[in-house]
């Protein structure tokens, strides 16, 4: 089933809700697929993605190494518990430590990018262009 671009606007403002917005005022763009720093749209309108859709894709939209990745963790471990550990979430840690500067060790692993305001995010700060395959200093934290 292919839908158009105003069957997928109607049905989602009828079926869902959205965050930050006057529900009744929605006018939500129907996106079909991104790919690099680019997304575009049903009609095929290209859009330079700004934004990274809210921050969460700063290495670009259908970066091969990025799907390889969550597809061999998904096959392994798709999701679990914030109270459990597991291999790639110890290994990750440990990477992190060695970017974080000073005496700095620990990371806050969110769940998303909501939760960085959460009451349990304070004081953390997380590098959002740390590059991980060579230790640097972040060059950009946010602390909420």
Not at 17 to 25: E, G, H, T
Not at 70 to 84: N, S, V
Not at 108 to 118: A, D, P, V
Request: overall charge positive; some cysteine; proline content about 6%.
């Amino acid at each position: 089933m292919t839908l158009s671009g105003e069957e997928i606007v109607e049905l989602s403002r009828r079926h869902t809700l959205f965050d930050w917005s006057a529900q009744s005022k929605l006018a939500p763009m129907a996106v079909d697929h991104a790919e690099g720093v680019y997304f575009y749209t049903t009609d095929g309108t290209r859009y330079l993605d700004f934004n990274s859709q809210l921050m969460g894709v700063n290495i670009g939209h259908g970066d091969k190494r990025v799907i390889d990745a969550i597809t061999k963790q998904g096959e392994k471990l798709p999701y679990i518990t914030p109270f459990a550990v597991y291999e790639a979430r110890a290994l990750l840690g440990q990477k992190l430590a060695t970017l974080w500067p000073g005496e700095l060790e620990k990371t806050f692993f969110t769940l998303g990018t909501s939760n960085r305001r959460s009451p349990g995010s304070c004081g953390c700060s997380t590098p959002t262009t740390a590059r991980i395959d060579r230790p640097r200093p972040p060059t950009r934290r946010s602390i909420a």
